[in-house]
C-alpha cells in the first residue's frame, strides 16, 4: 500500500514562502511521475507541479517562475513556493503515478493571508 504524507504547510502573509514535503513509503523512482496537487474551495483539483521519473519538470502557469518542485533524496518530493499569494490558499495534495493509477497524500492547508 503506498502511503504519501505531506507537510510543510500552514499560515503565511502575502509573499512569503513555504516548502512543502512529500515521504513516500516507497522510492520515488518506482513512480512514473511525482507531483504536487491544489483544491482551493469551491474548486476543483488542479496540477501545480510534477516531475517524471527521468526529471522533466512541468508546472501550472501561475506555479512559473514561483514554486520549484524538487527531489532530494529518493523518499520525498518537495515544493518550494516564493511569492505566495492570496488566491494560493488552498489544500495542497502530494501525488504519486505509476501505470495509470494514481495515489494520493491527506494534503496540507496553505493559507496566504493578504
Known amino acids: 500500500q503506498v502511503q504519501l504524507l505531506e507537510s510543510g504547510g500552514g499560515l503565511v502573509q502575502a509573499g512569503g514562502s513555504l516548502r512543502l514535503s512529500c515521504a513516500a513509503s516507497?522510492?520515488?523512482?518506482?513512480?512514473?511521475?511525482m507531483g504536487w496537487y491544489r483544491q482551493a474551495p469551491g474548486k476543483e483539483r488542479e496540477l501545480v507541479a510534477r516531475?517524471?521519473?527521468?526529471?522533466?519538470t512541468n508546472y501550472a502557469d501561475f506555479a512559473k517562475g514561483r514554486f520549484t518542485i524538487s527531489r532530494e533524496n529518493p523518499n520525498a518530493v518537495y515544493l518550494q513556493m516564493l511569492g505566495l499569494k492570496s488566491e494560493d490558499t488552498a489544500v495542497y495534495y502530494c501525488?504519486?503515478?505509476?501505470?495509470?493509477?494514481?495515489?494520493w497524500g491527506q494534503g496540507t492547508q496553505v493559507t496566504v493571508s493578504s
Open positions: 516507497e522510492s520515488i523512482f518506482e513512480f512514473n511521475s
Open positions: 516531475i517524471t521519473v527521468g526529471g522533466t
Open positions: 501525488n504519486a503515478n505509476r501505470l495509470s493509477k494514481n495515489y
